[in-house]
T-cell receptor
Framework: LAKTTQPISMDSYEGQEVNITCSHN???????ITWYQQFPSQGPRFIIQ???TKVTNEVASLFIPADRKSSTLSLPRVSLSDTAVYYC?????????FGAGTRLFVKA | EADIYQTPRYLVIGTGKKITLECSQT?????MYWYQQDPGMELHLIHY???????EKGDLSSESTVSRIRTEHFPLTLESARPSHTSQYLC??????????????FGPGTRLTVT
């Protein structure tokens, strides 16, 4: 399983765009990149998944360069309720490794 | 919203007791998982299942056991609880195929405290 590296924490202000980058240098051909969000005392919640280029849904965008060795989760116009831990996962099989995640603090 | 349920949500129990944490999903998912997470720490996979009568140990060694007799049910059992078992236990499930083949749906978790 490919190891992922992402910043431990980030701060932002309401209304700003937040970009969280994840490195996964050993990603395999069949691996997908998936991001989850977790609030305190809750289970993680799926945000977005991609294989290459750009994926966008109603809550986020995921940018993946051609070499796929990194990915960037983009959250447009964050609000206080976006304060959470964000996990980047590389999943190519049954097991998934969540890692430590990035703690995002959104300030007023 | 995902239909995956865990009971109890909170449990305080004494050392040496046997406990079973329940997890059920109504989505017909073949794959199910148990994770353990201490406050503010990362999730660790402790058990997973491909389907009925299939169970495997995860990356983190655990003294718990699991069973998968029915597709929708994946209970976790601790034969003799110890204070070191104090943690949050999260159950998840995912479909076997489809476009988003690795999306996992998580339950609300069970916060276990062993005194």
């Amino acid at each position: 399983l490919a190891k992922t590296t992402q910043p431990i924490s980030m701060d932002s202000y309401e209304g700003q765009e937040v970009n969280i980058t994840c490195s996964h240098n050993n990603i395999a051909t069949n691996d997908y990149i998936t991001w989850y969000q977790q609030f305190p005392s809750q289970g993680p919640r799926f945000i977005i998944q991609g294989y290459k280029t750009k994926v966008t849904n109603e809550v986020a965008s995921l940018f993946i360069p051609a070499d796929r060795k990194s990915s960037t989760l983009s959250l447009p116009r964050v609000s206080l309720s976006d304060t959470a831990v964000y996990y980047c996962l590389v999943t190519g099989g049954f097991k998934t490794i969540f890692g430590a995640g990035t703690r995002l603090f959104v300030k007023a | 919203e995902a239909d995956i349920y865990q009971t109890p949500r909170y449990l305080v129990i004494g050392t040496g007791k046997k406990i079973t944490l329940e997890c059920s999903q109504t989505m017909g998912h073949d794959k199910m998982y148990w994770y353990q997470q201490d406050p503010g720490m990362e999730l660790h996979l402790i058990h997973y299942s491909y389907g009925v009568n299939s169970t495997e140990k995860g990356d983190l060694s655990s003294e718990s056991t699991v069973s998968r007799i029915r597709t929708e049910h994946f209970p976790l059992t601790l034969e003799s609880a110890r204070p070191s078992h104090t943690s949050q236990y999260l159950c998840a499930s995912s479909p076997a195929g489809g476009h988003l083949i690795y999306e996992q749906y998580f339950g609300p978790g069970t916060r276990l405290t062993v005194t």
